[in-house]
Nanobody, 124 residues
């Protein structure tokens, strides 16, 4: 089992920055890919970014590319999402996810473990 706990959400004005964290515990050595997803009010959950175990491979949704940076500290079992130049349309509940399978991608069903989510609100 893997447990995930997010932190770092809040309310910021447009153009501002936030850094989300996701602390993992349990079978962390078995985690291969970690990712961030988000779900806005009345919207479907969408992929934001993912990172492989080594940290050398990352993928981003087009909507956040160049503004968000995903990273992980395996020694601390923590995943991060640095969000810059935030826009009102970035407002959502952000959740981290972990996959034990090789090759997990942008689909939510690739991920077996999820955090409870943290609210990010960007005011215009």
């Amino acid at each position: 089992q893997v447990q995930l706990v997010e932190s770092g959400g809040g309310t910021v004005p447009a153009g501002g920055s936030l850094r989300l964290s996701c602390a993992a515990s349990g079978r962390t050595s078995s985690i291969y890919t970690m990712a961030w997803f988000r779900q806005g009010s009345g919207k479907e959950r969408e992929f934001v970014a993912l990172i492989r175990r080594s940290g050398g491979t990352t993928y981003y949704a087009d909507s956040v590319k160049g503004r968000f940076t995903i990273s992980r500290d395996n020694a601390k079992n923590t995943l991060y999402l640095q969000m810059n130049s935030l826009k009102p349309e970035d407002t959502a509940v952000y959740s981290c996810a972990a996959a034990l399978m090789v090759g997990a991608g942008r689909r939510a069903y690739d991920y077996s473990y999820w955090g409870q989510g943290t609210q990010v609100t960007v005011s215009s």
